[in-house]
């Protein structure tokens, strides 16, 4: 059997507007993206979900439950959080991005890498796998569970994930589809 997943990045945050990139710093959602979780709610709307994981952010965990309230059961999960920049947690953005395509293997000084954040995300894939075969499965997340998820279940590289991320192209869309085969 498999497990199908779609993917969904949290709202607008302040930190967002200001151009800094939070890590693990708990930002709050801006307005917008206030606005932005509660109209995704509406745009899924005809879509089943078993069960919704987001991380344990705050950002992830509004826009969780704006967009999933009362659809499906929602549950943090650690392991889904944004990668930890460490002392660059918080910091501008146009300090912060340029650095993580450089930090997939050497981590963020007193943080991680993104070769950390693959490994949180197959430990929760592994858990998916033992816990919810055959599901439909909504995650509410950041950009390097995302760009792990291309790594691990599409077989990019990290390079081409952060190439071909829709960021770049502002092509955001409400849901990206991802199928886990439960069987090795």
């Not at 919704?52 to 969780?64: G, H, I, N, P």
């Not at 990668?83 to 000084?109: H, L, W």
Request: one cysteine or more; glycine letters at 4%.
């Amino acid at each position: 059997m498999s497990i199908k997943i779609t993917y969904f990045v949290h709202g607008t945050t302040v930190d967002n507007e200001n151009h800094i990139s939070s890590g693990w710093h708990d930002a709050e959602l801006s307005e917008l993206g206030r606005r932005q979780a509660a109209e995704l709610k509406e745009l899924v709307k005809d879509k089943h979900f078993d069960v919704v994981f987001c991380s344990d952010l705050k950002r992830a965990v509004d826009s969780a439950h704006l967009a999933f309230e009362g659809v499906a059961p929602i549950s943090e999960d650690a392991r889904l959080r944004e990668c930890n920049y460490g002392t660059y947690n918080a910091k501008p953005s146009d300090i912060v991005e340029p650095m993580q395509e450089k930090n997939i293997v050497d981590r963020f000084p007193e943080g991680e890498s993104y070769e950390d954040v693959k490994s949180r995300i197959k430990d929760f894939l592994d858990f998916l796998k033992a816990n919810h075969d055959g599901k439909s499965i909504a995650i509410v997340a950041h950009k390097a569970p995302q760009l792990a998820l291309d790594v691990l279940l599409k077989g990019q590289t990290w390079e081409q994930a952060f190439a071909d991320d829709w960021r770049k192209r502002k092509a955001w869309r409400p849901g990206w589809e991802y199928v886990l085969e439960s069987q090795p």
